[in-house]
């Protein structure tokens, strides 16, 4: 849907006339903030129109450059139209855009994640000797929370630390027997991809949980899950991929509910005994 608001604020930066449709292409998703996180080459292939046509559009707003029109649109997002005239967006009105965007990522990852393939990779990974929990910059809390909730369980869990990932000896002596679980999203790690690539050729087994069935992550994958990932501007939303690492934990306990049940009863006691909690 064609944000009208959107649409208002960046005819304000217009010095000539554009293309409606394709003025209606960015204000739409400008307003999902989605087209600061692309390159050239993907606006020009999502919008339809080839470099010559994009530079041409920037020009009527002023600037000569996509990272230039960038800064346009993020100023954009931080405005809003009032009987006054534009004024700074209130903070609270962006609260409401940060929590509706984590709700709709939530809403979306309940009418759309398969179970029957949480199953599988749940079974995947009792299977395999040992999990590598993949994550880089602001991906690693993802691979951290799921190292520590496969530990809780009694399964052989890591996540290496960067200095391994660059070290192509560490990767070089993962067993063909490991699962690695790599979370990806956008903007994707060049270095990352490198590091799956390697491993790929090696015969190590990977899932991906990233954005798009078309990220490069899922193309090196596999299976993958797609999480659904809208955020304001430069944030992170976490709230689906942690609810799948915690479904894909219960999975895990469902399937080995008495060890389970046996394992968290042990654990409560040792707890107990050592005092560790008010």
Known sequence: MITESSKALLQRYLQE????????????????????YMSLE???????IDEEQAFAFFKAFGVNSFLAFKRILRDCLYCE???WGVTS????????????????????????????MVRRLA???????????????????????????????GIRAVQPSNRDLEDTTYLSTLDSSALVIVF??????????????????????IVSITDSHDS?????????????????????????????INILSI?????NREKTLNRLQNRDAMIDEMNMFF
């Open 17 to 36: 006339d554009v293309d409606e449709n394709l003025l209606n292409y960015v204000a739409t998703n400008a307003s999902g903030h989605s087209i600061l």
């Open 42 to 48: 993907q606006f020009c292939t999502k919008a339809g």
């Open 81 to 83: 139209n009032t009987e």
């Open 89 to 116: 967006r209130s903070i609270s009105s962006i609260a409401d855009d940060v929590l509706r965007y984590e709700i709709q990522n939530l809403t979306e990852l309940a009418a759309t994640l398969d179970c029957t």
């Open 123 to 153: 079974q995947d990974i009792q299977k395999a000797g040992e999990i590598i929990a993949f994550g880089r910059g602001a991906t690693e809390p993802y691979a951290h929370n799921l190292t520590r909730m496969l530990r809780q369980l």
């Open 184 to 205: 990806g999203f956008p903007r994707y790690s060049k270095d990352a991809i490198l590091r799956l690539k390697l491993l790929k050729q090696q015969g190590v087994r």
């Open 216 to 244: 490069p992550f899922a193309f090196l994958s596999e299976y993958s899950f797609v999480m659904p990932m809208r955020s304001f501007d430069f944030t992170d939303a976490y709230a689906a991929g942690m609810a799948f």
């Open 251 to 255: 999975t895990l306990a469902v399937l």
